[in-house]
């Protein structure tokens, strides 16, 4: 090895060092929020208010949940949260799917087009579309119903744009083939399509669950009756009814913030395998 060459791989893993420096450091800054939030609900009361502030609770204490289950109707709200979840997750699924499979693969007129018009509909803010979007619910008469929540946002640009990316990729060749075996156009999709494109559905999958769980503003506007509410309308909204007038809310609500969150990262890790993946292809393909 000539010195050139040895001179190239020391400021290369110099090059590398700072990298995972850097990454180290973020990592570090983006889950310390997280971190705080774990150990606070293991915390008493003064604990969570003590100067200079404890790291680690001690003694750790699990009251913060049990008041959490006896202050909120979790089990209600989590049952309310999981089908909205489920089913803006499944419809979006489907949907999704057909619309990539029939922008990637079917030729009609103006299809680039009307694929253009799409794409360009994710630069309108949110919040520009939620008073005529009220509007259309109220006049169908959702309002304080779980179609009204479900319907608006089973269908995503995002995840039409991903599916068409991935399914792209796939050789029309198999599709010609089950054309030939005398398939029909929805049994490709279900024989052909769908079966070969499980990052990219993994990808929407965990796209609209996260959506759908974590969605806020939208469910308080629709949702009226406090037994539909969904899990983060009622930790937001009973903080301020019950806990807030006993004190320190930060322990139960940490708790409370935990079991919200357990079931996202049971979905992510299940389909982390598909996720990049699906990601990946979708960012790169042309």
């Known amino acids: 090895m000539g010195p050139a060459i040895a001179r190239d791989k020391r400021g290369s893993n110099s090059q590398k060092r700072v990298v995972y420096a850097l990454l180290i450091f973020g990592a570090v800054v983006a889950s310390f929020p997280f971190f705080w939030m774990l150990v606070t609900a293991f915390k008493t009361p003064e604990q969570v208010l003590a100067v200079p502030m404890r790291w680690i609770p001690d003694p750790i204490t699990t009251e913060n949940f049990e008041t959490a289950f006896r202050r909120f109707d979790f089990v209600r709200y989590f049952l309310n949260t999981l089908f909205i979840a489920a089913s803006v997750t499944g419809l979006s699924v489907v949907i999704c799917s057909l619309a990539g499979y029939a922008f990637a693969k079917k030729r009609f007129w103006g299809r680039d087009i009307i694929f253009n018009i799409l794409l360009a509909t994710l630069t309108i803010p949110g919040a520009v579309l939620m008073v005529p979007l009220f509007q259309v619910i109220l006049n169908l008469g959702w309002i304080n119903s779980f179609v009204g929540i479900i319907i608006p946002f089973c269908v995503s640009v995002t995840n039409i744009f991903l599916m068409r990316q991935y399914i792209s990729t796939i050789p029309s060749e198999l599709e010609e083939a089950a054309r030939i075996d005398g398939a029909s156009e929805i049994g490709i999709w279900w024989r052909i399509i769908l079966p070969l494109s499980k990052p990219a559905i993994a990808t929407v999958a965990i796209f609209s669950f996260v959506g759908a769980w974590d969605g806020f503003l939208w469910p308080l ?41 357990l079931p996202l990262i049971g979905v992510f890790l299940s389909l982390q395998r598909y996720f990049l993946s699906g990601l990946t292809i979708g960012a790169v393909k042309g």
């Not at 539909?228 to 913030?257: D, R, Y």
């Open 221 to 261: 506007i629709v949702l009226k009756q406090k037994e539909m509410w969904t899990l983060n309308v009622a930790l937001g909204l009973l903080q301020s009814e019950f806990i807030a007038a006993e004190g320190s809310p930060w322990g139960v609500m940490m708790a409370g913030s935990i079991l919200v969150i």
